[in-house]
């Protein structure tokens, strides 16, 4: 797989991060409501991705919603509900790293759900979908596809990695033995909720470089956003002073000088 040079890749990820800016604001002044959903197998780069699309926007604006296992009373509520509580209001975007999709994945194949509860979402899913679009949500799914070895790279490199350690779980190792359990879950999910209305588009992500452009290009192709404009804004001369006296420095608690001791070792290197 040919890997997208990174100097062009970095420069147009800021291009493409330029637009959802814009994206951004048009949200905001039109009071749009997106929903942009995250799924695929562990390890091919939702999270990644999603830290891309979010990096120069406004967290009141774009949420980012990775809920962790339900508690009890979730448990015993319909299934869509804690779901329900996460989605946008006007003026916002939420992204979610792994949805009510669980259900139809780790759920199933790990048996968290029963047969009919499983046999339930598939009937219902397809019908929530179809409200919150009608409601005129924007909602927009994206599938990250990954290679079963390219996955077990990308494990082994976060095993090593003591600052990508976290992202590893024994659930996710045991994606590796279920790996055709995985996907013939995800046939089946597609097959149900591959909807006219909410179609799934499937990210090619053996290279997180071009999948993550290509994810991002696709998103903004299909909304219809436009530049807003914004009031000009002007830095306001500051008045002269009205003999405002700081309060002395010893009756407040400072940072140690942390950066002190670099500059001190770095200077004797010099």
């Keep these: 797989m040919e890997r997208l040079p990174k100097k062009r890749y970095e420069r147009e990820l800021l291009r493409l991060q330029a637009e959802l800016v814009k994206l951004q604001e048009w949200v905001r002044v039109e009071k749009a409501r997106v929903v942009v959903v995250f799924e695929g197998r562990d390890a091919a780069g939702k999270g990644s991705t999603i830290k891309r699309v979010t990096q120069y926007l406004n967290p009141r604006v774009a949420r980012i919603v990775a809920l962790p296992a339900p508690t009890d009373r979730q448990q015993s509520q319909w299934y869509f509900q804690r779901y329900v509580e996460h989605l946008p209001a006007g003026g916002e975007i939420v992204l979610f790293d792994r949805s009510w999709y669980n259900r139809a994945g780790v759920e199933h194949v790990m048996g968290f759900c029963t047969n009919q509860e499983y046999a339930r979402f598939l009937h219902q899913c397809p019908i929530f979908e179809r409200l919150l679009v009608e409601d005129g949500i924007l909602l927009r799914k994206y599938w990250f596809s990954v290679s079963d070895s390219e996955q ?93 006296e700081r309060t002395p420095r010893e009756l407040q608690t400072h940072v140690p000088d942390h950066a002190a001791r670099l500059r001190e070792e770095s200077h004797h290197h010099h």
């Design 152 to 244: 077990e790279n990308r494990f082994r490199s976060r095993l090593e990695d003591p600052m990508r350690r976290w992202k590893l779980s024994p659930m996710d190792l045991e994606s590796i033995t279920r790996w055709e359990d995985y996907s013939r879950a995800k046939d089946e999910m597609f097959v149900h909720t591959d909807i006219p209305e909410a179609p799934w588009h499937v990210v090619e992500s053996e290279d997180k470089r071009s999948a993550r452009i290509n994810m991002i290009a696709h998103l903004l192709s299909t909304i219809p956003y436009h530049e807003v404009q914004r009031l000009p804004l002007a830095l306001p001369p500051r008045p002269p002073s009205k003999g405002y």
